[in-house]
């Protein structure tokens, strides 16, 4: 009897056992679903644009030398001032370049005196000579001496010529229209002929900005300048403070070849400044259309995720799970990136709440559009970029 007692003791005490592990696959719950926000991958056509970082400097720029040396009599411009074509910028001292002058003009003036008395002789010997009066080597020697009067006159004509141009050298004028620097020279100063700098004058519209690109971005460029109708002219332009510039400029210089050190090519963009915004020497963002990507692929910038320098996105699956892909990414198109590869653009990707996944991830998506991502936070926006 107590056998038995003891055998029904050990067969509740398994019952009790297996129904606690029963009530507790019963209580046990599935993880929740991760709330997230997710849209459908974009694919159209997208046309590239491209952004460098670029220098402001002026189209025409000149240092101003006094062709002259002597000493500055007269200045008639301020540092930072406009100037116009022609208008006189300094005075050198012309006293010195006046008596050259009137020296010259002396000279040239007993010069032709003596050439007409050359002439007249060299014509009276000529008709004795032909008369049989003199020899011939008399007759000679007189238009001998004419040839060498008419060219002492010549020679005293250039002299003349000389000394007008250094007088004239003394008044210095701007060779074109533009601005001059504050580093200007003052009155009194001494320059030497074609040595010292008196200021320097550049123009002020229009302006160019220079830049660099690698050689590929050079021929995707070039390529779409032919296939997406010549955008090499729709250049535009943000400044320093992050405004942007309210004209666009288009490309007028190409350096003949790629630099062997950076693998890169000089571009110059022209720009009109008519209110005189762009100053020779400030930093600026070049941004420029190349070629069109037919059915590109694109997602949002949010949604990449970078791992060991890998790109992945999370894609929700049809039973909501999500799946980590990695993906090749592109040029960046404002708030997108465009993929390369790894995605066909017929998936929906998580945009918001990808720190919170893990791979087969269990989630609840909440759709947006492109247009929603311009109100989500912590997002910094940009123009292209290559990855």
Excluded at 358 to 376: G, Y
């Amino acid at each position: 009897m107590l056998g038995k007692k003891k055998t029904m003791a050990v067969g509740m005490a398994l019952l009790l056992v297996l129904g606690a592990a029963g009530c507790g696959k019963k209580t046990a719950t599935q993880p929740a679903a991760v709330k997230v926000k997710a849209m459908q991958a974009i694919k159209r056509d997208t046309p590239l644009t491209y952004e460098y970082t670029g220098f402001v400097e002026a189209r025409d720029q000149v240092s101003i030398r006094s062709k002259v040396t002597g000493t500055i009599v007269k200045k008639y411009v301020e540092g930072g001032d406009y100037v116009e074509a022609g208008q006189l910028l300094y005075e050198i001292d012309p006293r010195t370049y006046q008596t050259n002058l009137l020296n010259a003009q002396a000279n040239l003036a007993n010069a032709q005196a003596t050439l007409e008395n050359a002439r007249r002789d060299a014509s009276r010997y000529q008709a004795l000579y032909e008369q049989g009066a003199v020899s011939k080597q008399t007759a000679d020697q007189y238009n001998t001496a004419l040839a060498q009067s008419e060219a002492s006159v010549g020679a005293y004509n250039a002299l003349v010529g000389s000394a007008q141009v250094s007088l004239s050298d003394t008044r210095i004028v701007a060779p074109f229209a533009g601005k001059i620097d504050t580093s200007t020279l003052a009155e009194g100063e001494f320059v030497t002929a074609n040595s010292t700098v008196l200021t320097t004058l550049s123009n002020s519209n229009p302006m160019r900005v220079r830049f660099s690109v690698p050689e590929s971005d050079y021929l995707d460029l070039m390529k779409g300048s032919v296939n997406n109708g010549g955008n090499l002219r729709d250049i535009t332009l943000t400044l320093a403070n992050g405004s942007k510039y309210p004209y666009t400029g288009r490309i007028d210089q190409v350096d003949r070849s790629v630099s062997d050190s950076t693998g890169t090519l000089t571009l110059k963009a022209i720009f009109d400044n008519p209110d005189g915004t762009l100053l020779p020497g400030m930093f600026a963002n070049i941004s420029l259309i190349g070629a069109i990507e037919p059915g590109a692929v694109l997602v949002p910038q949010r949604a990449v995720t970078d791992l060991m320098y890998k790109h992945y996105v999370y894609v929700v699956n049809d039973d909501h799970t999500v799946s980590l892909k990695e993906v090749t990414l592109g040029a960046r198109v404002g708030r997108l990136w465009l993929v390369k590869s790894g995605l066909t653009g017929n998936e929906t990707v998580v945009v918001e709440g990808t720190q919170k996944l893990n791979k087969d991830s269990k989630v609840e998506p909440t759709m947006i559009t492109e247009a929603d991502l311009e109100t989500m936070t912590e997002y910094n926006a940009g123009t292209t970029e290559k990855k």
